[in-house]
């Protein structure tokens, strides 16, 4: 979604802003565009479409200057066209913007401002806020006053970022609620500005997140940290310890290709620390799990969106079945609105690749209103998600570039099933024999997920005879309906083929009317214990002509007479089924997208991170 970063320093502004702009492009944007100020004026170069377009604007026009903003667009209010770009100036050309969020009043703004004389250039609710800032700038209050007045007056959340050539010494930025975060980055004489780490990453290790409502005013040599309305604070000085290079696409052609491979890895570390193979423990101190609160949960909301949701429901059978406590798992857009019966002793647990994703973080903050002790498994490191919780787990999955989540996928499933021995174990509804069982079972899942990468090949085969279909149902029941679900959902977000993930039990009520011969029917049949009942629904589809592709447990007999196609998969403890039987599907629908010669890592109208409602 919309990313933004800001240069202040000894450089040309121009060059850092586009290299930081470039590494955003895994978020998603329409448009493109930055501001620098030169011989004290603002000029401003923009473009709808890709990065390249602005680099060879640019080129052909050249800007420089040591202070700078730019942003990547993805539209809400108005088209994805240059005159809807960001930065967007005031009438005096004198203030510059960019803005991540929705103006929620900004109809009723624009009307204001527009009887006021005030002439819009844009279709945007971020015009707003230049021109309102102009509205208060005077040379006796400054620039920082004007924000400050204008920020109290557009309502929904927000990150914004200001420049002005009245002012050139400084950039301010705020952040109100979760529009995306607001990272400041220290160097040597020079400060950057961003919406996410990976924009200043091979340029700064140093740190400072804004909270909600806070803002900051950045100039060469430091920053300072206030409340919108409030007093100054300390900035606090974090170290990011990602490795840039693991951030690079190395020898695969495509991001999430090379994210599906990780998964080794990624589980490795996931497990790295928490797990004491010897004494068969859990121990994740970052979750905060006191005794007494295992012992006091009485119910669990899970939540979150899209794949994170879809690993929640795989945890709700986890949870349920090793710690015995009640689980609901709720989409975070619906959850937040629904008005949850949440008591004292309810867990809201969220669960986010980004940790910023608008909806999620809404809906954590119903929990907490309602009084809930909240909970979060974020892969971003410092992220909202991540500092709003009173307890999380870190994914360790490393930077996840592919619009299509995958190594996030597999982590959270591994956090929560260490979850719930955990707090099996502190309420002691787990015993000790089954505990060390549970336990020892995650020993086998990384050479698991090994084996089953190995058989690529096999996948590709499928992928070419699928590759030209126009639909596809995805079956499953129990632990492994959520992969059904995530299955399709990995098929239609990258190749754009339509695909239905559904509860096996359900086709006879309903989608069995679609199969025919045309319909590729993908059925997730591993050896758990609900294996039999899959069965029998993909007799009940093959009956009547559907073309069945099977993911079935190495040397079962059954599937292999059944399926057209077999995905085979090594033979796995059921409650950890999930984590292998969604490889073969992250790796079909990789293909599939790849030989239809489609942008897999950055599919078209979807965002990494979705930072709007
Ligand atoms: C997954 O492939 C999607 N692109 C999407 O569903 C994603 O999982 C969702 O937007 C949630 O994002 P988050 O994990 O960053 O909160």
């Known amino acids: 979604m919309c990313g933004i970063v800001g240069y202040i320093g000894d450089e040309n502004a121009t060059p850092v802003i586009l290299d930081g702009l470039k590494r955003l492009e895994y978020r998603g944007y329409d448009s493109a565009g930055i501001a620098v100020i030169q011989d004290n004026k603002i000029f401003v170069r923009r473009d709808a479409g890709k990065l390249s377009h ?57 009307e204001e ?30 620039l920082l006053a004007a924000t400050e007045k204008a920020l109290t007056l557009i309502r929904g959340a927000h990150a914004v970022v200001v420049m002005s050539s009245y002012e050139p010494d400084k950039i301010i930025a705020a952040r109100i609620g979760n529009a995306g975060g607001v990272v400041v980055g220290y160097g040597d004489n020079e400060m950057y500005v961003a919406s996410d780490i990976p924009a200043i990453l091979e340029r700064t290790r140093q740190v400072t997140f804004l909270e909600p ?88 909301y899970i939540t979150g969106c899209g794949t994170a949701a879809h690993a929640g429901m795989v945890g709700k059978i986890m949870i349920e079945r090793i710690a015995k406590i ?112 549970l336990v020892n079972d995650l020993r086998l899942v990384p050479d698991l997920i090994g084996q089953c990468l190995d058989r690529e090949q096999d996948v590709l085969l499928v992928a070419e005879e699928l590759k030209d279909a126009r639909n596809a ?70 009956a009547r002509g559907g073309s069945v592709i099977i993911l079935a447990t190495d040397g079962d007999q059954r599937s292999a007479e059944l399926a057209k196609h077999v995905l085979w998969v090594p033979d796995t403890p059921w409650l950890l089924s999930p984590v292998i039987t969604v490889l073969p599907l992250q790796l079909l629908a990789y293909h599939i997208a790849s030989l239809r010669g489609l942008d897999v890592d950055q599919p078209r109208n979807l965002a990494k991170s979705v930072t709007v409602e």
């Open 113 to 142: 401002l527009s009887a006021e004389g005030v002439i819009f250039n844009s279709d945007t609710d971020t015009e707003t806020i230049v021109h309102l800032i102009e509205r208060f700038y005077s040379k006796e209050q400054g």
């Open 473 to 542: 149902l995805y079956l499953g029941r129990g632990i492994n309906m959520p992969i059904a679900y995530e299955g399709a959902l990995k098929l239609k977000e990258i190749s754009y083929i339509h695909a239905e993930g559904y509860p096996a039990g359900e086709m006879k009520h309903g989608p069995i009317a679609l199969v025919d011969r045309e319909l590729p029917v993908v059925a997730i049949a591993p050896k758990d214990p609900w294996w039999e009942k899959m069965i029998s629904q993909v007799e009940q589809a093959k």
């Open 326 to 437: 009640p689980v609901t798992v709720e989409i975070a857009s619906e959850f937040r609105y629904s008005d949850p019966i949440i008591q004292d002793n309810t867990v809201v647990l969220a669960i986010s690749q980004s940790g910023e994703t608008a909806d999620t973080l809404a809906a954590m903050e119903e929990g907490r209103a309602k009084g809930a002790t909240i909970w979060s498994i974020v892969n971003a490191i410092g992220s909202q998600a991540m500092r709003i919780a009173d307890g999380y787990i870190s994914m360790q999955s490393g930077p996840e570039i592919g619009v299509a989540s995958t190594k996030a996928f597999t982590s959270p499933l591994v956090d929560l099933y260490m979850m719930a021995i955990l707090i099996g174990h502190m309420r002691g509804s787990l015993g000790e024999s089954e505990r060390k069982r």
């Open 213 to 300: 409502r806070q803002m900051a005013i950045i100039s060469s040599t430091g920053v300072k940290i206030k409340v919108i309305e409030g007093e100054y604070v300390q900035p606090q000085i974090h170290i990011v310890s990602w490795d840039p290079i693991s951030a690079e696409k190395g020898e695969y052609r495509h991001f999430m290709q090379k994210e599906i491979h990780e998964q080794v890895r990624s589980i490795n570390d996931t497990l790295a620390g928490r797990v004491d193979f010897d004494e068969g423990m859990i121990r994740i101190p970052e979750l905060n799990l006191t005794k007494d609160l295992a012992s006091r949960i009485e119910k669990i």
């Open 54 to 110: 602005l680099s060879d604007l640019i080129q052909n026009d050249p800007i420089n200057g040591n202070i700078g903003i730019g942003h990547t667009r993805w539209a809400t209010h108005g088209e994805p066209n240059t005159r809807n770009a960001h930065p967007h100036l005031g009438s005096t050309g004198n203030i510059v913007v960019v803005h991540n969020g929705i103006v929620e009043n900004y109809l009723e703004l624009r």
